[in-house]
């Protein structure tokens, strides 16, 4: 059993289209992580959400993370083939040790 | 600024044989992570460091996998007698002691056990 449910696994949209991707957990979270990873690369950071009820815009990216501090969603407006990659949600247990633990990720294609 | 490196990229080796892999932090980075992920899953955690202190290692983490960061910088990645199912990408990251979680990660390293 994954400790972060990601979904959906995987989203193919055509460019322009909006989308949302969520990670929800039963455990509680000090602070939570999206990455974006490309094939053969390292995850990339995009955000850190530490607060329930947080919303962090980064351009056309819209993060909110829970009110309880156990689900995290991310918003893409108007997406763009450069926007393709997988996308990891990660998170900080509260009262647990310091090891971030990851979601399976949602591979995202936007054909142009 | 130089980020997290990772060497060698791409290794491919015979069932049984040892490899290491190295990683190289960001230079005022306290904390290094190994993670492994295969394809279609998350990063899986491995072990961390704070410093030179190896502080907490996976239980599903086999004997045959050992980790050193012996100065509080770079850190090592072993694997003896490796096995087909070793066959992954292995990934460090590392991060500040005042992180509330982010991680700064290489490029990993990607071995292909034949």
């Known amino acids: 059993t994954q400790l972060l449910e990601q979904s959906p696994q995987f989203l193919s949209i055509q460019e322009g289209e909006n989308l949302t991707v969520y990670c929800n957990s039963s455990?509680?979270?000090?602070?939570l992580q999206w990455y974006r990873q490309e094939p053969g690369e390292g995850p990339v950071l995009l955000v850190t959400v530490v607060t329930g009820g947080e919303v962090k815009k980064l351009k056309r990216l819209t993060f909110q993370f829970g009110d309880a501090r156990k689900d995290s969603s991310l918003h893409i407006t108007a997406a763009q083939p450069g926007d393709t990659g997988l996308y990891l949600c990660?998170?900080?247990?509260?009262?647990?040790?310091?090891?971030?633990?990851f979601g399976r990720g949602t591979s995202l294609i936007v054909h142009p | 600024d130089t980020g997290v490196s990772q060497d060698p990229r791409h290794k491919i080796t015979k069932r049984g044989q040892n490899v290491t892999f190295r990683c190289d932090p960001i230079?005022?980075?306290?904390?290094l992570y190994w993670y492994r992920q295969t394809l279609g899953q998350g990063p899986e955690f491995l072990t961390y460091f704070q410093n030179e202190a190896q502080l907490e290692k996976s239980r599903l983490l086999s004997d045959r996998f050992s980790a050193e960061r012996p100065k509080g910088s770079f850190s090592t990645l072993e694997i003896q007698r490796t096995e087909q199912g070793d066959s992954a990408m292995y990934l460090c990251?590392?991060?500040?002691?005042?992180?509330?979680?982010?991680?700064?990660f290489g490029e990993g390293s990607r071995l292909t056990v034949l």
């Open positions: 230079s005022e980075h306290n904390r």
């Open positions: 990251a590392s991060s500040l002691l005042s992180s509330t979680g982010e991680l700064f």
């Open positions: 455990s509680v979270f000090s602070s």
């Open positions: 990660a998170g900080v247990r509260t009262g647990g040790s310091y090891i971030p633990t």
